[in-house]
């Protein structure tokens, strides 16, 4: 017996990955559906081999419904996910709304999976940022062995992580520059084809982003509230995949070739190391694979007991559709059993 589980959002770049992988990974369904706004009523998306027909969010009732994985923005989360949630579904939500709420558990199921325990507080699970997700992974077992006090991360995001219209502004932007037209930037501040920009969501009081500060507090959460982080936060012009240059201090000495053999073992972390030409993962590399790739892991001499990473993932799938599908697996193995 399996479950039923709805997909808000499922017109979107990350409601197509869940569909994708949800199919992929056999995740145990009866039945899925695809939900999205009354504008996409009728609109097709895929599940395996199947098609399915989108229905509205405003008029669905999530009674029998087992898990809703929620990617349409805060502001659907903040009214659709407690409906949801008082009916009795279980929400696994992607947007930013419930991350920071004290009795909503933050997962990545690969470094905090127990706290996922607390999800029957308000039948709610977030899911963390996707820079986050993708950085915690590889950070996780090296804190664990050698304690973490500070990070320093600079991010280089994909145009995906803006959605449908941000990819489109790289597509037409990039053609038109050729062909001598003049850019015009509306999904993002500035152009965005042959540049980078230095800014990822609104600018806040103290002059960082919210997507820094996003990376600071959930990774306080999801790891450790002691570990100090400093983020800059960049929109490059790729199409899909984050990539990460990071800078750790530890509290206990770890050698480049320790935390080598530490991220080899570690679920959900695939290093590619090799010190010569092309020996490492860029974003191109790690579309469409599930692993988070670290590579350029060398020792810091500037500071006692450090190290530099390099971190590449998927966003549309480890940060974001495929950490949701992780989290119902962990809710379904731990919690639920409902499909032995």
């Known amino acids: 017996m399996g479950y039923r589980v709805a997909i808000v959002g499922a017109t979107g770049n990350v409601g197509r990955e869940m569909c994708n992988i949800l199919s992929e990974r056999q995740f145990p369904v009866d039945e899925v559906i695809a939900l999205a706004s009354r504008r996409s009523i009728g609109k097709e998306v895929t599940f395996g081999d ?9 008029d669905f009732d999530f009674t029998g419904t087992d898990i809703a994985l929620f990617s349409a923005g805060g502001s659907v989360s903040a009214e659709h996910a ?9 929400v696994i939500d992607n947007s930013s709304y419930y991350r920071m709420a004290e009795d909503v558990p933050l997962i990545v199921p690969e470094c905090n999976p127990g706290a996922i325990s607390a999800y029957g507080k308000r039948n709610i699970i977030a899911n963390p ?9 590889a950070l996780k077992p090296l804190h664990d062995a050698a304690t973490i006090k500070r990070v320093v991360v600079s991010t280089y995001q994909s145009t995906s992580g803006a959605g449908h219209a941000a990819m489109d502004e790289l597509f037409v932007q990039t053609k038109g520059i050729f062909v001598n037209d003049e850019p015009t930037p509306d999904v993002f501040p500035k152009q965005i084809a042959f540049n980078v920009i230095p800014q990822v969501d609104k600018f806040m009081e103290d002059g960082t982003t919210k997507e820094e500060w996003k990376m600071v507090v959930e990774t306080k959460k999801i790891l450790d509230p002691k570990i100090k982080v400093s983020a800059t936060c960049v929109r490059v012009p790729t199409f899909v995949g984050h990539a990460e240059s990071v800078n750790l201090e530890f509290e206990k000495p770890l050698s480049a070739d320790e935390a080598r053999e530490i991220l080899r073992e570690a679920p959900g972390v695939l290093v590619v190391d090799k010190h010569e030409e092309g020996g490492y993962i860029t974003p191109v590399d790690c579309v469409g694979d599930y692993a988070t790739f670290v590579s350029r892991i060398r020792e810091d001499i500037t500071v006692e007991n450090g190290l530099n990473l390099w971190i590449v993932s998927d966003n549309l799938r480890k940060g974001a559709a495929l950490n949701s599908v992780q989290i119902a697996e962990l809710l379904g193995r731990d919690y639920l059993k409902k499909a032995a």
């Open 82 to 90: 407690p409906r949801a949630a008082e009916s009795g579904c279980i």
């Open 50 to 58: 199947t098609t399915l027909k989108v229905k509205s969010l405003e």
């Open 129 to 137: 940022n996707c820079s986050t997700a993708q950085m915690v992974v």
